[in-house]
């Protein structure tokens, strides 16, 4: 069962063949990862636009609370990851608590200055690396090559971004961050990917959506604050 680590950029690098079971394993990771995704976004909605949610959680009670909850919910699921019914139900109910704990962010970023196309702007290219790397994994076959989805990420990030600020103009630098923030989400794909496909203790879907799911939370909260602090300087 030992293994030996590879590194960050042999990660980036890797190609590796799949047995049928292996493939059908990334896949129904990443078919979790969205169920997490989706409660997320409803926890986000939720969260941003009840009072009560939006003071307990900006307060240092609500943060102590966040983060027992944010380590004792996934804890839950780890341990009934076996079990389809009840590890999906603690998949979801982690999404949806994480959307709820970020409803107080989405909803100050939304009161910033300009700062609601800036945050829009980055759920989209989120979106779109999210969908093209996730369908790299779909229609990988028996071979996972993680150049291919560093790539399709990258680029899928960069015409995005173009695009979307042809219609939601923010300047250079806006532009820039957006990218940025594509290529962080390609980055934590890609490499998480690569470590469920190698790590033996990984050993059902649940964990592998877990994995990549705090991820893309940690990024999209490091990325929300990123856009409020440059909306704000715009003012």
């Not at 102590?64 to 839950?76: G, T, W, Y």
């Not at 560093?150 to 300047?171: Q, R």
């Not at 592998?208 to 940690?218: E, T």
């Amino acid at each position: 069962m030992n293994q030996s680590p590879l590194s960050f950029g042999q990660r980036m690098g890797e190609t590796a063949d799949l047995t049928q079971d292996r493939a059908q394993f990334i896949k129904a990771t990443y078919a979790h990862l969205l169920y997490g995704v989706l409660a997320a976004v409803v926890g986000a909605y939720i969260g941003s636009t009840t009072p009560f949610i939006r003071n307990l959680f900006t307060g240092w009670i609500g943060w102590i609370v966040a983060m027992l909850l944010l380590n004792f919910i996934p804890r839950i699921a780890i341990a009934v990851r076996h079990d389809p019914v009840k590890g999906f139900l603690a998949l979801i109910l982690d999404g949806f608590i994480a959307g709820i704990i970020l409803g107080p962010i989405v909803y100050i970023a939304g009161m910033v200055a300009t700062g609601h196309n800036l945050v829009l702007n980055a759920v989209l290219i989120t979106a779109l690396v999210f969908t093209a790397v996730t369908a790299m994994v779909w229609s990988s076959g028996k071979r996972y090559q993680a150049k291919r989805g560093l790539m399709t990420g990258i680029f899928v990030s960069l015409i995005g971004a173009i695009v979307l600020n042809m219609f939601m103009p923010m300047g250079i630098l806006g532009l820039l961050i957006s990218v940025g923030v594509g290529i962080m989400g390609v980055l934590i794909l890609v490499y998480s990917t690569s470590d469920i496909l190698h790590n033996p203790q990984i050993d059902s879907p649940i964990i592998g959506a877990l994995m990549l799911f705090a991820g893309l939370f940690n990024v999209f909260t490091s990325i929300l604050h990123i856009l409020m602090a440059f909306a704000g300087g715009r003012d």
